[in-house]
């Protein structure tokens, strides 16, 4: 299927269906929006585990705090995006508004979404869990609280960074093969992030560390989340 250059579709173009606007599947600007929700995306998953494992002494920060409220913000306009990007079936281009919708809302990519754009921040706050500028010492009831639940939504986070790489592997004119390659790089770096942070977490839980009272890690709680980040890294490769 022959895609043309245009980035943008305006209603009465002869193309199957109609919408006041809409996005060309594979065209330059859908793939700079897509790149944009990658970075986004791969941001909120490094940044999920670091709050899991931290906690307030991350959260109580208003720059990282204003910087989740505008990631979420950009991802869940990546879902109105989503709503008004066509789709290729049957080698015509679909734009029909309730036909995207329909596959959208149909397929695992919009339930992913949804919970990738959660404003956990906003109820963080809302509820009182979270004060910037004030920050708690880590104690075993914080994993058992609704404010551990809430963070656990960014999770689907990672599948987002995946579908977009597969996007750009497809419609791209990037190398699949580079593609691919840099994807698998990232997996295992976020798999590696993850366990470290995981590992802290465990600690905290079991009561074998502390922060301290200025609510910043201690040098030795940095170097902590370092140390099972190379032993994944070694079993790794």
Same mark, same amino acid.
């Given at each position: 299927l022959a895609i043309t250059s245009r980035d943008v579709v305006l209603q009465g173009e002869s193309l199957e269906g109609r919408c006041r606007f809409a996005l060309m599947p594979g065209s330059s600007l859908h793939l700079a929006w897509v790149f944009f929700t990658l970075v986004v995306a791969l941001y909120t998953s490094l940044m999920t585990p670091l709050q899991l494992a931290f906690w307030d002494h991350l959260r109580s920060s208003a720059g990282r705090c204003a910087l989740g409220i505008l990631a979420n913000a950009a991802l869940a306009a990546n879902v109105a995006v989503s709503f008004r990007t066509g789709f290729a079936s049957a080698g015509v281009i679909i734009f029909s508004p309730a036909a995207i919708a329909s596959r959208y809302m149909k397929s695992a990519a919009f339930v992913l979404d949804l919970l990738a754009c959660f404003p956990d921040e906003l109820f963080l706050i809302g509820s009182g869990h979270l004060r910037l500028g004030v920050a708690a010492d880590a104690d075993t009831t914080y994993v058992n609280s609704s404010s551990f639940l809430l963070q656990?939504?960014?999770?689907? %986070?990672?599948?987002?960074?995946?579908? %977009?790489?597969?996007l750009l592997e497809r419609d791209s004119k990037l190398n699949p093969g580079l593609v691919r390659l840099v994807r698998v790089l990232v997996l295992l770096f976020l798999a590696c992030h993850w366990t470290g942070c995981l590992w802290w977490l465990i600690a905290v839980v079991q009561g074998l560390t502390t922060v301290g009272a200025d609510g910043a890690a201690s040098a030795a709680a940095i170097d902590s989340e370092w140390i099972p980040q190379q032993w994944h890294s070694v079993l790794l490769t």
């Open positions: 656990l939504v960014k999770v689907p %986070c990672v599948l987002v960074v995946v579908r %977009c790489f597969h």
